[in-house]
């Protein structure tokens, strides 16, 4: 058995703190050899002196003297962006477990790439911005790219030993919980509070990803997202409401069998798959009582609802930069939503009016391109806020 040595990029968000679970969980197969987070010092601080990790970023430089009077003194510390790319190319690591909410994880994971460092993903911004230059330049390299996020990873499980490609597949079925407000009437919509749509049913996840789950815009970018990480056409990729969470994914293939993974509703088990592929660990996650569970539950999505899965697909298929303005205008009306400026459906309206004032454009590999068009979109979106 192989021990994977691992840095965390996002090691205080709730991704990471459920790899450094794994990482208790099965010392034998995962050491910790690098760990990075925003401003979190006194978590992060904890952290490395509790796994002994001497190769540390703190993305804010404000905090760095704070954090040097709680670590060992040999302890490196670097920070900013060229801290994390400093982490994602260090020399002892074998994979980088990629969990930075925005796009401050592309420039790492771009490097991590060219220093042949094995990727596990969990920030969709990447796959969604740059899924065509990230996984071309990870097949050039020979990298693996491994996905984090539950429903993914779910994919990635069902396809494996189906050696004959993405041509055997009929659709990739993405599971979504439906959120807080799955049945709630949609003329109720408007009044939704910051509190109710932080009150999700299943997952305990940060602020941002659990109110995305709330208007459905992150199964929109998971649908982008498996679009690249499987080589997908994007109207193969579909969407089923689950609301008991149970079932993570599920693969058609062209005969019309499907295969799905299913676990408990927990994050270590896709980051122990990550970690630990292609074999399987034990561990002492909790196991599935299918006898206890009796039945699962199954619905079609609110497409004109929730139009944030519709708005995905339409970028999906338009390809280049579209998908990087979606998620681009979901981040500002997000932010706008917390800051009590915008209402709940004045997310997706936002997003919406933006992608049709702008005209997306063939990013060809440049990476200048992309956060050019990522920035218009911001710039456009907070227009709109301001009228």
Known sequence: MNRKRVVILGSTGSIGTSALKVARDIPERMEVVGLAAHSSVETLAAQVNEFGVKNVCLFDASGVDRLRSLVPSDTRISCGLDGLCELATLEKADMVLVSIIGTAGLKPTLQAIEAGKDLAIASKEI?????????????????????????????????QGNHSGAEQVSRLILTASGGPFRTTPVEQLETVTLAQALKHPTWTMGRKITIDSATLFNKGLEMIEARWLFGIPMEQVDVIVHPQSIVHSLVEFRDGSILAQLSSSDMCFPIQYAV????????????????????????????????????????????????AMYNAANEVAVQAFVEGRLSFPGIWRTVEKTLSLLSPRDYKGSLELILEDDALARETAMSLLTR
């Open 127 to 159: 796959l969604v911005m740059a899924g065509e230059v990230v996984m071309s330049r990870a097949a050039e390299k020979g990298i693996n790219v491994l996905p984090v996020d539950s429903e993914h990873n779910a994919i990635f499980q069902c396809l």
């Open 276 to 323: 630990t592929w292609p074999e399987r660990t034990p561990n002492s996650l909790k196991k599935l009582n299918l006898a206890e569970i009796a039945s699962l539950r199954f619905e079609a999505p609110r497409w004109g609802d929730f139009p944030a899965l519709s708005l995905a697909r339409q970028c999906g298929l338009i390809g280049g930069t579209a998908p």
